[in-house]
């Protein structure tokens, strides 16, 4: 049963860092694509960037310049590291990859406040 583990996750003050990592276990393929989604209570899940298997990247406009997406295909891991955070950026953040379907992480708790 493949399973995608987050974390990194956690209380950080505005303008701080924090760096979320995503590892498949239990997978034989490697995911098309790799990515990260964020949710608040009360509104849809939205994505915040993507990484194809040939390293090509998209981002939210709300975190370009801030966040960068990469990962590690002989691992299958994700990796987002985020920059300048900022209190809007306060989210439960969710690993996703695809492989002819869509496989969920647990999520993992972002705080950013003073």
């Known amino acids: 049963q493949v399973q995608l583990v987050e974390s990194g996750g956690g209380l950080v003050p505005p303008g701080g860092s924090l760096r979320l990592s995503c590892a498949a276990s239990?997978?034989?393929?490697?995911?098309?694509?790799m990515g990260w989604y964020r949710q608040v209570p009360g509104e849809e899940r939205e994505l915040v960037a993507a990484i194809t298997r040939g390293g090509s990247t998209n981002y939210a406009d709300s975190v370009k310049g801030r966040f960068a997406i990469s990962r590690d295909n002989a691992k299958n891991t994700v990796y987002l590291q985020m920059n300048s955070l900022k209190p809007e950026d306060t989210a439960v953040y969710y690993c996703?990859?695809?492989?002819?379907?869509?496989?969920w992480g647990q999520g993992t708790q972002v705080t950013v406040s003073s």
């Open positions: 239990g997978s034989t393929f490697s995911f098309n694509t």
């Open positions: 996703n990859g695809w492989y002819y379907r869509d496989y």
